[in-house]
């Protein structure tokens, strides 16, 4: 097994787009789900989005029409891609898949 590896995150101005990007080996097994959850500053963890091994996609609320979930493969990857980011949503974004956990990634929304 390895790590779950995420990236992407940075200060982004609001209205404006990131992409993240979630590595790990467990995301090709077969039945898997990936998941993204945030987690800010003196709030519970929160489930945003997932993406099944045959790339059925669910969103919360607070995100939907606004992020994209997608699975590569080849690259044993998958993604978030959120546009019309607002300050609410800076928070750590973390993805899980098969129990494991990332470290997160910091995504600051600012003016």
């Known amino acids: 097994q390895g790590q779950v590896v995420e990236s992407g995150g940075g200060l982004v101005q609001p209205g404006g787009s990131l992409r993240l990007s979630c590595t790990a080996s467990?995301?090709?097994?077969?039945?898997?789900?990936t998941r993204w959850y945030r987690q800010a500053p003196e709030n519970q963890r929160e489930w945003i989005a997932s993406?099944?091994?045959?790339?059925?996609?669910n969103y919360a609320d607070a995100v939907k029409g606004r992020f994209t979930i997608s699975r590569d493969p080849a690259k044993q990857s998958v993604y978030l891609q959120m546009n019309n980011l607002k300050p609410e949503d800076t928070a750590v974004y973390y993805c899980?898949?098969?129990?494991?956990w990332g470290q997160g990634t910091q995504v600051t929304v600012s003016s």
């Open positions: 467990e995301i090709i097994r077969y039945g898997a789900i």
């Open positions: 993406i099944t091994y045959s790339n059925a996609t």
């Open positions: 899980t898949v098969e129990g494991r």
